[in-house]
């Protein structure tokens, strides 16, 4: 399967957290993994193997007078097509990625500025307001993409009761 990058965020036209969408266009994982931890966060991770595909569907369960509850996706890929030709894909290396987001970014009027978040042996490129994240491995002197994360804005307004029929997980059915 081809992602594509939606021009405004998002892959494959799904532009808003909805898992409805996800499902009826990726159908139904063979893999679902569920995370809670300690922070009031759900982290659910359905996995696409076959099409080398993750989606983590994220619910952070925080309602204070500073953080409501909110719902986020992050799409995580081997490949990734800017358009119909170009494409960005692990293993490559970062010099070469980094012009072709910068003229995708150009070509659809949104901001060419990245952020870099360095570590010693690793960072992560962050582009279009954190939608875009570019895990890097340093290899020797280069560095090399390790994985591609593709996240939709959050949404805070979200009926989430509906999960896990969704899913059919008898258990989400019962926490939400």
Do not use: C, W
Request: aromatic share 10%; net charge negative.
């Amino acid at each position: 399967m081809k992602f594509i990058l939606n021009k405004t965020s998002g892959i494959n036209g799904i532009e808003k957290v909805s898992l409805e969408k996800i499902i009826q266009t990726f159908s139904v994982p063979e893999n679902i993994e569920i995370n809670i931890d300690k922070s009031n966060i759900l982290d659910i991770e359905l996995k696409y193997e076959d099409i080398n595909l993750a989606i983590f569907y994220v619910i952070n369960f925080i309602n204070s007078e500073i953080t409501k509850n909110y719902i986020t996706v992050h799409f995580v890929i081997k490949k990734l097509y800017l358009d119909e030709n170009i494409f960005i894909e692990e293993n490559e290396e970062i010099k070469k990625i980094l012009p072709k987001i910068i003229k995708y970014l150009k070509n659809n009027n949104k901001s060419t500025e990245y952020n870099i978040e360095r570590r010693r042996k690793s960072g992560i490129y962050y582009f279009d307001n954190e939608g875009i994240a570019i895990f890097y491995q340093k290899e020797f002197n280069k560095k090399i993409v390790e994985k591609i994360d593709i996240s939709l804005p959050y949404e805070d307004s979200l009926n989430i009761l509906d999960i896990g029929k969704i899913l059919n997980i008898e258990i989400l059915k019962q926490i939400l």
